[in-house]
C-alpha cells in the first residue's frame, strides 16, 4: 500500500526502500510502555469494581500497582483522580479493559486470514461474514466467534503485531 499511495508530491516515485524501512521499523515502537500503561489503567478500573469502592481510591491504586510489578518508570494512562471510566457510573465503570480486548479479536481474527495466506481469502471472508457480521447479537459472542475461528481469541497475534512476540 505505500509504495503505492506513499509517492513523492511532484515525481510520483515511490517512497525509497531505506525510508520505508525505517517508518516499517518504528510502527512497534514503544510497544512495550503503551501496553503497560494501557493495562494499569485498566486493572485499576477493574479492581475498583472488585467488591466494595474502596475508601482511598489512590491507597488502592497504589496497591494495584505493586501487585503488578508496574515500574516507577512507567505512569498509567489515566491517572485515578482523571479517569472519566472509573467514576462514570453508567455502565462504562469497569469497561476500560474492552478497548484492549476488541484489540486481541481483531488481531487475533485477522491472523485467521493470515494463516489461510491472503488477507483477502473467500473462505476466510465468509466465515467472518456468516458468522460475525450478519449474526453479530444474535446469539452468545463466544459461540459466534467459535463458529468463525475454532477456538476463542488469544493474545499472541496482539503481541506479535505490537512486536512483543515473535
Known sequence: MLSEFATHADTGAPMPQDMLDKVLGAATFDMGFQTEEYVASALVDLAFHDGPAP???????????????????????????????????????????????????????FAAFEEAGSAFDEDR????????LSTGGSKDAEELY???RG????????????????
Open 146 to 148: 467459535l463458529a468463525f
Open 55 to 109: 475508601e482511598d481510591t489512590m491507597a488502592r491504586q497504589s496497591e494495584v500497582l505493586a501487585e503488578i510489578g508496574m515500574p516507577r518508570a512507567i505512569r498509567m494512562r489515566h491517572a485515578t483522580p482523571q479517569f472519566a471510566h472509573v467514576f462514570a457510573g453508567d455502565g462504562y465503570s469497569s469497561g476500560y479493559y474492552s478497548y484492549m480486548w476488541s484489540e486481541v479479536m481483531d488481531a487475533d481474527a
Open 151 to 166: 477456538r476463542l481469541p488469544g493474545v499472541e497475534a496482539l503481541l506479535k503485531g505490537r512486536g512483543l512476540a515473535a
Open 125 to 132: 471472508a465468509r466465515a467472518l461474514e456468516q458468522h460475525i
